[in-house]
C-alpha cells in the first residue's frame, strides 16, 4: 500500500467515526425528546383530571344553599380554600382547590386517600392548585373583592422535566 492510500484509508476511518458519533447523538436526542413528551402528556392528564374534577363542583358554597346569590354571600378572597376538616375528594366547590398541593406518593408508598387519582400511579410529579376571583369582563385580571367569576389554574411540576405545565379554567356563577 503506498502513502496515498494509507491516506484515504484513514480519511475513511475518520469519516466512520464521525458518521457514528453523529449517529449516537441522534439516537441520545430522539430518546431524550421521546422522555419529554412522555412527562408532558402524564402531565396533561393530570392537571386535566383535576380541572374536571373543579368543574364538577358548584362555583361558591353559598350556591349550594341558595338560589339567588349576592356578591355579600360569597366566599370572600380571602377565604376562599377548603373549610376545616374538608379533604379532596369531598370539596362542596371550587375554591376548595384554593391553595392545595399534591405530590406523588414515593415509589412504595401507599396513596393517601385524598390524593387525586390521577397522581396515584405516578412518580416525581408535583401539583399546586390556585383559586382566585377574577374580573368578568377580563379573566387574565385578579379582583381583590368577589365577583360571579373565578379563575382556578393547576400547575403540574415533574422532577423529572424542567418543563412547567399550567392550565386553567373559568368557573362562572
Known amino acids: 500500500m503506498n502513502t496515498g492510500q494509507m491516506m484515504l484509508v484513514i480519511g475513511a476511518f475518520g469519516l466512520l467515526g464521525m458518521i457514528s458519533v453523529n449517529m449516537r447523538m441522534a439516537t441520545f436526542q430522539g430518546s431524550q425528546s421521546i422522555t419529554t ?8 392528564t393530570i392537571a386535566r383530571s383535576i380541572l374536571d374534577a373543579m368543574q364538577t363542583k358548584p362555583f361558591d ?4 344553599t341558595k338560589q339567588v346569590v349576592r356578591l355579600s354571600d360569597l366566599t370572600s378572597p380571602s377565604a ?3 373549610a376545616y376538616g374538608e379533604y ?3 370539596f362542596n366547590d371550587v375554591d376548595d382547590f384554593n391553595n392545595q398541593v399534591y405530590r406523588s406518593p414515593n415509589p412504595g408508598m401507599t396513596p393517601s386517600p385524598s390524593l387525586p ?3 396515584r400511579s405516578t412518580e416525581g410529579y408535583t401539583v399546586k392548585c390556585d383559586v ?3 374580573t368578568p369582563s377580563n379573566p387574565s385580571i385578579v379582583s381583590s373583592t ?3 367569576s373565578k379563575r382556578a389554574t393547576v400547575t403540574v411540576y415533574n422532577k423529572f ?11 362562572a356563577y
Open 161 to 171: 422535566s424542567s418543563d412547567t405545565l399550567r392550565m386553567s379554567y373559568i368557573a
Open 146 to 148: 368577589a365577583t360571579f
Open 37 to 44: 413528551n412522555v412527562h408532558s402528556q402524564e402531565a396533561i
Open 88 to 90: 379532596y375528594p369531598a
Open 117 to 119: 387519582n390521577a397522581l
Open 132 to 134: 382566585k376571583y377574577v
Open 80 to 82: 376562599l380554600g377548603p
Open 61 to 64: 358554597f353559598a350556591c349550594n
